[in-house]
């Protein structure tokens, strides 16, 4: 009787470390890729991030020389939404620069679309992407910038890691977003600068000049690995 209920003891104990292993690998899984709460992505009028003193507010023309993107220059628009951001990039870059509007929403996509051909933007190209990945084409890029839109991503550690990729030698990837808890629509600075820190990335640069438009901070990365 002894020996049965030592065996059972034994089993028991074994199960027990079993649930707990199994316990902290999920939890590692988690933590490797859902950081934080997250908001869901937009899908709605896009008309809204059309409005009357943006550029000055936000002061893109500044935030555009910050990211080095000049005449000539390929640029990524990562969730572009109504492509407000990506007109101008591509009225900055010119006809042998390349803007790339990425978004998620395949509405987004078309409308972009059109809006480039009415605006005979012909060096703007649409990328749908996915949630986890921008599908952006290996080393196009030279600058990217992500305007109200990092907090939507939810699982932002391989994904900046997937958008490596895209990134040429030297090119800067903008944050521009406010701070929150993910879930509200912003994310804290310090968040984003820990997920980009284990992404690969290095802090390069810290502006809150974007406060004039709604959007606490300006924030300027490179890949680690390419900083000297």
Do not use: C
Request: proline fraction near 5%; charged fraction near 25%; avoid cysteine.
């Amino acid at each position: 009787m002894m020996n049965l209920s030592l065996r059972r003891l034994r089993v028991g104990n074994v199960a027990l470390a079993l649930l707990i292993v199994v316990s902290m690998a999920r939890a590692q899984t988690t933590t490797g890729t859902q950081q934080r709460p997250t908001s869901t992505p937009y899908s709605g009028d896009l008309s809204i991030f059309e409005y009357p003193g943006r550029d000055k507010k936000l002061q893109i023309d500044r935030v555009m020389d910050l990211l080095g993107i000049t005449t000539g220059k390929n640029v990524a628009d990562i969730g572009s939404g109504s492509g407000w951001f990506t007109v101008r990039a591509a009225r900055r870059v010119g006809p042998t620069g390349t803007v790339l509007a990425e978004d998620i929403n395949p509405m987004a996509i078309e409308s972009i679309g059109k809006r480039a051909e009415k605006e005979n933007l012909s060096n703007v190209r649409t990328v749908l992407g996915a949630p986890d990945d921008p599908k952006l084409p290996a080393e196009s890029v030279d600058a990217v910038l992500m305007l109200k839109v990092y907090h939507e991503i939810e699982h932002p550690v391989p994904t900046m890691k997937i958008l490596q990729r895209a990134l040429r030698p030297g090119a800067k990837v903008g944050i521009i977003d406010r701070n929150g808890d993910g879930a509200n629509h912003g994310l804290n600075h310090d968040v984003v600068v820990k997920e980009m820190g284990d992404a690969g990335y290095k802090l390069v640069g810290t502006y809150d000049f974007t406060k004039a438009d709604g959007q606490d901070y300006f924030l300027i990365f490179q890949m680690r690995s390419q900083i000297q």
